[in-house]
């Protein structure tokens, strides 16, 4: 349980940030949360504490009984668990010709995957064939490296739901976008607003309503808010669903990788389980099962957490290895090598971090993986994802300076460890393992002589009973590491000086939702105007000091492209603005400073000149 004093501060944070106006009018999953105002100066420890702090959150109950938001507990929000519980119950007792499709956008899209994956398995064992698919916007290359651009694209996304759906009289889609913002999946929920015969659209993200995203989308008539006010008209009669309770501002503001991402598979995993157990068992779908199912999520973030310290010293490891230009790389078993793979991925686009600082490699590589579209590896290196591709192309040049941390169940082969663990000593001492094991069925005592003090493991309650009880207990496995590499990877980066105050102000701005996030972010601190904002980026982005024509008139999307090829777009807009220099004179002042950070700092306090 967590101490008073952790309570009080949460309540206070929360209580802020649930007053009416706070931060206005940006949406709850695009606010700073008072929680991580000063994240950017703790050291590991705090950090971890923090993210717990913040974690906590997702769970936290209506604090005010008159609360503007609803929670993950609130009664509308567990009557909607259940009512779509019982959609997946009645597919899965007649799944001729229907489908159930998860789809979204980078992270959304890769919870999409990992969960389609999931239930597919389950499927499996009780012989039945599949019924889950996953869309992610940009395909399979977007599992593993960021696609922001095709996130813009409604009809792209309908095009896609369009051929996955082929055939299929009966579909329950399930759209994913934490910021209820994702234009791609806009489209899918309009395409299966207008075809109700065969479509259930459900909407899962993490705003009220009347904060989902009401710009206009380059090309098409609507904006996200228009659809769901389209859902919202619909929920009365149960043709359209919205699963979004609010879990209170990211850590690193904006980041829905942490929060939302793990929103996301606390509410969607319930909801399935649930659906699965009525098929399966005959148990019932009520309210206490789903009360049930999310404290077990909730108590894997107490247990996950209790482990603070040996967390704190795997993100200090981390965070030496960037700050030396070493790298990070995860070598995880099944699963939860996907989830290594999904955080690593996720460090490009949030931090502006180069692919090769931090990476996931799985056991198996594409054969476990089970994407649709099978082994990508020749799309470039940054696809090699096997232990062996690990083995050819990084252990050779391994050094002191870099982290390699295992991750495995006490499921996993364990020889395998043991022996890939043997090789990487050889070449660096800074080895760590992350492990889960249950009462009963624990590791091997020589698992300590092979990492030394470096192990954080984590010993669960075992799993009840049958199979599927043993499927929950990985989920929770899958969970309580995506808590932690978050924490790696976040504090990682935090280290190494990648964010000022709670903001990633090294982000890409590779689409319109980061090109946005940008321009707030310099409005924010420097007080300038949106227009000033936007030419400042614009000159950053094109390296240009005065802007053509064509470059001041064109669409967003052609910015968001060029955004692919520069570098410290927004640290640079940022000196512009506050200094008067030019751009080059800011990349110069950038480029003495290694330190992102330190460098906006010292000229948001006017220190350098
Ligand atoms: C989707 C997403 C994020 C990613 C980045 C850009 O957001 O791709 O997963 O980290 O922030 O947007 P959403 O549609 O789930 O809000």
Redesign the pocket.
Known sequence: MPGQQEQHSRSRAAQEWESPGYESPLPV?EQSNPLSRDIDRAGPGQIVRVLQECDAEVFQGDLEPDSQYKRLYSESVVQTLKKVAERVNAILKDPEDCLIVLS?????GRIAFLLSNTFNRILARHQQRPVYSYIIAGGDRALLTSQ?AP?DSPSLGAQVLKETCVGKKNVLFIG????L??PF?AGQLDFCLNNLDTFTPVLVGFNPAHMARNEPIHGWPHTFRQVTERMLDMLETQRAFILNPVVGPEAIS????MK?GTATKVLLESLLLLGHRAAHTHREINHQAILDCIRAYERVHEITYSKIEDLAGVVGKAGMSLQKQGHVYYLGWRTLGVMGIIDAS?CV??FGADPWDIRGFMSGGFSEMNNKDGNLSSLGPEFSIDHKDFMDNILPSLGEHDTVIFIFTVDDDFGDVEKLADQVKLKTSNVQAICHEHRGHSFPTKVNDIFLSNILKINWIPPAGDADDSFFMRLQWELSTKWMLNAISTGAHILKGKVYKNYMIDLKVT?S??YRRAIGILQRFTGCSWMQGERALLKALYRVEELSEEMATADVSRHTRAANMSDRVVPTALVVLQTGCSVSQAQAQLSECPVIRDAVEACLTSVCH
């Open positions: 999953t979204g956008c980078g992270t959304s922001e996130e994913i976008t934490c910021g913002s994702a999946v904006g980041s829905s990788r939302g996720e686009p949030t689409n939702k980061l």
